[in-house]
């Protein structure tokens, strides 16, 4: 075998540099919003659907899969993955499926960007393992700096790399700690920041803790400006945010703390709580309460970040920048990986040793993250979330005035959730589990979340055209009419 130069790669070369054939279609289309023309011909023609799943190849696998691997994942789709790129998935048998989840918001760009991959691929050639616990790694330096000039209001520096979202979560639940020298935390209902360690502990569900006690002591939990349901019954905007003066009158003077709180932990928009983006005053008001408080502030936008929202970070839509920001999920484009990113100050209270891990930083994780991050910002998909995310909100509220069985559409960008009821006057939630099912058969791929598992959240890939927002919709609202339909649901009538 020839010695290999620096530069040349052991790795097959990427097919999916942008095809000039699909280049030039794309740039001959008057399609607004078309697929980027990196995205393979297979992958436009999103959803065909060819053999009922799970097809032969898939129940192979999955026969193996459920003899060796553990019952603890809770999955939703009976396939087996094979490949996926821009915004259609393709299944061991040939099914091509069009999503609406980006993987749980991972795929921001685009599964499989090429980009992306060709950074992995370039990368894994020269250096895997970074050591960078020990060494300094150019890829971390130059993608910290790039998060830092991306960071609200440039405010934040200094950024820690972990390996998930929930290790990012415990580093600013460790920092807030170090910093504060306090040891209580506020946080929210419907919250979700993990797994594992104080993410656990930070998540209110309780299907989620059940069992694994006693989780980290210290954290108290109070309800989300969730106003379709209100746990105060108030309505917004009379309420004048009755959920923030509840923090201020009654948990933090009879709520049982000890007037030392170290940090409140909130994410801008509530993800796994049902997508639920609060009233604009909400996290102004939250930043005060903090600084009264001498706690800090610190947004989890593990789910809402990069551009997700119409903005690189879903805070930026509230004008209000936190003492330390969380992130995951995109930042890695599709490898693991989680951070955080702090106030100078803040960060700098760390000393050498305060924290570590023996992956951060690792080679893959930031030539991944940088190309992701960089498509990002250089294709502008904020702003291509933005319109599309205003346009798909008026489909879902025309949607919503012919299909009684949703009861609320909110959200911002390409992340909108549709929350399901059995009737509009009642709110009583419909669980969206059958309907995502029927979705998945015709070809659509949507998860689900909210408190009661009944809301479908709209989080496809940014790159995702005008035409197939459409066509997804179209299933969407198809399988919701059957299931009305079935139910004998959508009496536009008040109970009794
Ligand atoms: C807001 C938020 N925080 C933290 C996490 C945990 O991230 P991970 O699953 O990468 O540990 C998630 C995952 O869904 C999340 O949505």
Known sequence: MSEMTENESVAEPLKQTKPTDDKEKASATTEEFPLPDWVPQWAREAPKIVVRAPGPKSKEIIKIDRDYVSYAYDRCFTFTI???????????????????????????AGWTHYKVSRAIQDQAAKLIHSMANDAYFDKEAHF????????????????????????????????????????????FFGSYH??????????SKLKLRYSYGPLAPGIIFTPFAYCYRCSFKQTYPECGLYCVDYIENQVLSMGGTTG???????????GEGGYVPPPKEYLPRLRKLADSQGALLIFDEVQTGFARTGKMFACEHYNTVPDILVMGKALGGGVPLGAIIAK????????????????????????????????????????????????????????????????????????????????????EPHEATNIQGKCWRAGLMTITSGIFGNVFRIAPPLCISKAQLEKGFEIFEQALKDEEEFLKIGTSSPPG
């Open 194 to 203: 993990g797994r594992i360690g104080a993410g656990l502990a930070l998540t």
């Open 344 to 427: 100078p100050e803040i960060m700098k209270k760390w000393r050498p040793g305060s924290h570590s891990s023996t992956f951060g930083g690792n080679a893959i994780t930031m030539a991944a993250g940088l190309a992701h991050v960089t498509a990002i910002i250089e294709e502008n998909l904020a702003d291509r979330a933005a319109k599309l995310g205003d346009y798909a909100m008026k489909l879902l509220k025309e949607m919503q005035l012919r299909r009684e069985i949703i009861g609320d559409v909110r959200g911002k960008g390409l992340m909108i959730g549709v929350e399901l009821v059995k009737n509009q006057y009642t709110k």
């Open 82 to 108: 094979e490949k996926a790129a821009g915004t259609a998935v393709m299944d061991a048998d040939g099914n091509v499926l069009l999503d609406f989840s980006s993987g749980i918001a991972v795929q921001n």
């Open 144 to 187: 910290a700096k790039l998060l830092s000039e991306i960071s609200p209001g440039k405010a934040l520096k200094g950024t820690f790399f972990g390996n998930s979202g929930a290790e990012a979560v415990e580093a600013a639940f460790k920092l807030s700690r170090y910093y504060t020298k306090r040891n209580e935390h506020l946080a």
């Open 260 to 270: 030392q709180i170290a940090s409140i932990f909130v994410e801008p928009i509530q």
